[in-house]
């Protein structure tokens, strides 16, 4: 079983829309959740990050974690083109565990 | 900071040459983790180190690959012989990990053997 899992998509979603994007993970000591943007032919880059459970907001960003379900979601409100990533769902235990990544298109 | 610097950042070698991929982390940083990405694969860790000691090498896909941290501010992934199959983007990342702050993420190297 792997470690972090994603939904690989591709997940489509019109400009204005709400993207949501969702990840589960094996190991209840997991501690930090974090969310990755991958542009392509780029390196991921951090966006969010989440401790407890809970939302936590961050502009059009929102980050929830429901560890008593091993659940982690990124919700991107008013998704704009530049959007258009890949996401990467990552949890740390003693080393990070990346899911393969969600694909995200905002169509114009 | 530079932030994680890695180098090269593209690499063309032909089958059976000897590869080799290097890593400085960001100064202060002291778990490094090397990743290889493919479309198929994804992200995956192959090793990571803890204060320059190799933690978890399970993600090493065989004897051809190996890594090293000689020291804080260096590492290295080698491939010996090198084989098309392995021809991938290979990401460096660093992170304070017992502090719970997320890794960051060198610009990779882009492997390509023919």
């Known amino acids: 079983q792997k470690e972090v899992e994603q939904n690989s998509g591709p997940l489509s979603v019109p400009e204005g829309a709400i993207a949501s994007l969702n990840c589960t993970y094996s190991?209840?000591?997991?501690?930090?959740f974090f969310w990755y943007r991958q542009y392509s032919g780029k390196s991921p880059e951090l966006i969010m990050f989440?401790?407890?459970?809970g939302d936590k907001e961050d502009g059009r960003f929102t980050a929830q974690l429901n560890k008593a379900s091993q659940y982690v979601s990124l919700l991107i409100r008013d998704s704009q083109p530049s959007d258009s990533a890949t996401y990467l769902c990552?949890?740390?235990?003693?080393?990070?565990?990346f899911g393969t990544g969600t694909s995200l298109t905002v169509i114009p | 900071d530079a932030g994680v610097i890695q180098s090269p950042r593209h690499e063309v070698t032909e089958m059976g040459q000897e590869v080799t991929l290097r890593c400085k982390p960001i100064?202060?940083?002291?778990?490094l983790f090397w990743y290889r990405q493919t479309m198929m694969r994804g992200l995956e860790l192959l090793i990571y180190?803890?204060?320059?000691?190799?933690?978890?090498d399970s993600g090493m896909p065989e004897d051809r690959f190996s890594a090293k941290m000689p020291n804080a501010s260096f590492s290295t992934l080698k491939i010996q012989p090198s084989e098309p199959r392995d021809s991938a983007v290979y990401f460096c990342a660093s992170s304070l990990l017992q502090r719970n702050t997320e890794a960051f993420f060198g610009q990779g190297t882009r492997l390509t053997v023919v």
């Open positions: 989440i401790y407890s459970n």
């Open positions: 180190f803890n204060n320059n000691v190799p933690i978890d």
């Open positions: 190991d209840r000591g997991s501690q930090s």
């Open positions: 100064s202060g940083h002291n778990s």
């Open positions: 990552a949890v740390t235990g003693n080393q990070f565990y």
